[in-house]
T-cell receptor, first 116, second 115 residues
Framework: GNSVTQMEGPVTLSEEAFLTINCTYT??????LFWYVQYPGEGLQLLLK?????DKGSNKGFEATYRKETTSFHLEKGSVQVSDSAVYFC???????????????FGKGTHLIIQP | NAGVMQNPRHLVRRRGQEARLRCSPV?????VYWYRQLPEEGLKFMVY????????ESGMPKERFSAEFPKEGPSILRIQQVVRGDSAAYFC?????????????FGEGSRLTVL
């Protein structure tokens, strides 16, 4: 099936702390993997993506590596800022038994709070 | 260079009324997706449409909910006889490619409140 599991929040960190948000996915097919970010009152924006095993997506200091052996795509950042406070969603492409892949399946989201 | 446009941004309805949510995809995008976001439940896929076709409606409730994406005009998500449990944020997304490596572009959402 299509499912994504990510760590529950809220995650509260101090500014400049190291961030990890765990994400694992079901191994059906060969999905692409994504991290989206949602700031308060807004829609989701793509943060980074990886389309095959061992690919590393990166953007704005965030990184995630597609690990097929552990079916994981953990989000990391070395030094977080107050402006990183948002909800982060891990996602994978959906797969259909008839082939093809359309749409995304999202995790429940992790609320990140960065304190000054 | 507009992104995905959704309206209304906020909608209040009484139980039993109808709610219509509109979504204009990014210009040139022919794939539209609707998601519902409930507190504590994350983002749930509802339906995937291409122009004049419903490709996947596996996430849509069987009753009261319908969606369309006509040849001309925006995509419409219609909820008939709304109930309090329909209160949620409804997000539309569009893409130019059919998934896999295609990025979804999201609108800012329509927040439905049922009194």
């Amino acid at each position: 099936g299509n499912s994504v599991t990510q760590m529950e929040g809220p995650v509260t960190l101090s500014e400049e702390a190291f961030l990890t948000i765990n994400c694992t996915y079901t191994a059906t097919g060969y999905p692409s993997l994504f991290w989206y970010v949602q700031y308060p009152g807004e829609g989701l924006q793509l943060l980074l993506k990886a389309t095959k095993a061992d690919d590393k997506g990166s953007n704005k200091g965030f990184e995630a590596t597609y690990r097929k052996e552990t079916t994981s795509f953990h989000l990391e950042k070395g030094s977080v800022q107050v402006s990183d406070s948002a909800v982060y969603f891990c996602a994978r492409t959906m797969m259909y038994s008839g082939g093809g892949a359309d749409g995304l399946t999202f995790g429940k989201g992790t609320h990140l709070i960065i304190q000054p | 260079n507009a992104g995905v446009m959704q309206n209304p941004r906020h909608l209040v309805r009484r139980r039993g009324q109808e709610a219509r949510l509109r979504c204009s995809p990014v210009k040139g995008h022919s794939h539209v997706y609707w998601y519902r976001q409930l507190p504590e439940e994350g983002l749930k896929f509802m339906v995937y449409l291409q122009k004049e076709n419903i490709i996947d409606e596996s996430g849509m409730p069987k009753e009261r909910f319908s969606a369309e994406f006509p040849k001309e005009g925006p995509s419409i998500l219609r909820i008939q006889q709304v109930v309090r449990g329909d209160s949620a944020a409804y997000f539309c997304a569009s893409s130019v490619l059919a998934g896999n490596t295609g990025e979804l572009f999201f609108g800012e959402g329509s927040r439905l409140t049922v009194l």
